[in-house]
């Protein structure tokens, strides 16, 4: 069970990384499209680049808290 929980974990991050690191920073990671300069906003498909910040400092914070409680 604790295995479980551990591989659980260690998947979910895979997948959060793999989502990250597939698409290229330089464009869209939604439609692809190259981002034009200062624009917050994907001009083709409305993505907001500036949440993937948030994203990254929320996925870790809440591994924190899955392995806080299973760990101890
Ligand atoms: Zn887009």
């Not at 974990?9 to 698409?23: E, R």
């Not at 906003?41 to 808290?65: K, M, R, S």
Request: hydrophobic share 40%; with cysteine; aromatic share 12%.
């Amino acid at each position: 069970m604790f295995y479980g929980s551990v591989a659980f974990a260690v998947f979910l991050l895979a997948v959060v990384a793999i989502k990250y690191l597939a698409p290229k920073p330089t464009g869209c990671p939604q439609c692809s499209a190259r981002r034009q300069g200062d624009h917050p906003l994907c001009i083709e498909c409305g993505w907001i680049f500036d949440v993937e910040d948030d994203d990254d400092d929320d996925t870790i914070a809440t591994g924190d808290e899955i392995e806080g409680p299973w760990a101890s």
